[in-house]
C-alpha cells in the first residue's frame, strides 16, 4: 500500500490524494465560497482542499471515517476553524448543517468506491443546498451529465438530473493525485432544481412513483419500453402519452419519465 506523508492510503476507503496545487485553485475558485456561506467537505483526507478552503471561509464543516485522519486534522486545525464529523458521509444527516438563511454549500473529492450511492444519499437534501461541487470518475460524471439517446444516459443520468442541473467543470488526469488512480477524474458542479420556478411538466406528483418508473425503465436497458414498463403501463397509454412503446429507456429525457410517472398517480 502507499504511503503519502506518513499516511498508508487506504483502498477500503477508496483513498487517492489530491496534490496538484494547480487543481486545487481551480476547485476552490469554483466553489465560491464566501462569507456566511456553511461550506461542508466530504472526505478532506490529508487537507489539499481544506486548507484552500479555510482560506475562503471559518469554520469549515468536514465528513472523515478514517480515524488516523481526523487525529492528524485535528492536530493541524484548531476546533474553531474546523469543525470535524467522524462517520459515515453515507449515513451523514447533511441538513442538520442548514443554517438559517446560510448558503449550504457541499464540496469533496468522493472515494469512487462509494461515488454512486453517496449522489443518492444527497439527493435527499437537495432542497437545503445550495449547489455541490465533486471531484469523481470521469467515467461517472459522464453518466451523471449524458443527454437522452447516447449509451452513457441512464438511471443515475435521469435521477440526478430531474433534481439537479450539472455541469463538468474539467477533466483531472491521474498524475494530479497520490497515488495516481488507473483513470481520469472530473469536477462536477451540482445545482438543485427550483421547482418554483420550473414548468409543471418537470416536477413528479410523487417522487417514488418516479423512482420506481426510471428504475424500473432501466432495469433491462437493450429492451423496449413496453417490456419492461408494462407491469405499470400498457403500450396504448405509453401513446397517449405521445411515448414510442418500441422506443428504450436511454430515448427518453427527464420529462418524458415525469409525465410517465404522473400518469400512474400512486402504485405500489
Known sequence: MKTIDGHTARKRFGQNFL?????????VDAVGARNGDTV????????????????RIEPLHVVEIDRDLIAR????FAPERLTI??????????GALKQNNARLKIV???PYNISSPLLFHLV?????????HFMLQKEVVDRMVAAPGSGTFGRLSV???????????????????????????????????????????????????FAKVVTTAFSQRRKMLRNTLRALIDESALQRLGITPTARAEDLGVTDFVRIANSLGDIR
Open 40 to 55: 461542508v467537505e466530504i472526505g478532506p483526507g490529508l487537507g489539499a482542499l481544506t486548507e484552500p478552503l479555510l482560506e
Open 19 to 27: 496534490v496538484s496545487a494547480g487543481v486545487i485553485h481551480k476547485i
Open 124 to 132: 435527499g437534501y437537495a432542497p437545503q443546498i445550495h449547489d455541490m
Open 73 to 76: 486534522l485535528r492536530q493541524r
Open 159 to 209: 435521477m440526478l438530473q430531474y433534481r439537479f442541473h450539472m455541469e463538468r467543470l474539467f477533466i483531472v488526469p491521474p498524475g494530479s493525485f497520490n497515488p495516481p488512480p488507473k483513470v481520469d477524474s472530473a469536477i462536477v458542479r451540482m445545482i438543485p432544481v427550483d421547482f418554483a420556478k420550473v414548468d409543471a411538466e418537470h416536477t413528479a406528483s410523487n417522487n417514488d412513483v
Open 108 to 110: 469533496g473529492n468522493l
Open 85 to 94: 464529523h467522524e462517520g459515515d458521509a453515507l449515513e451523514f444527516d447533511f
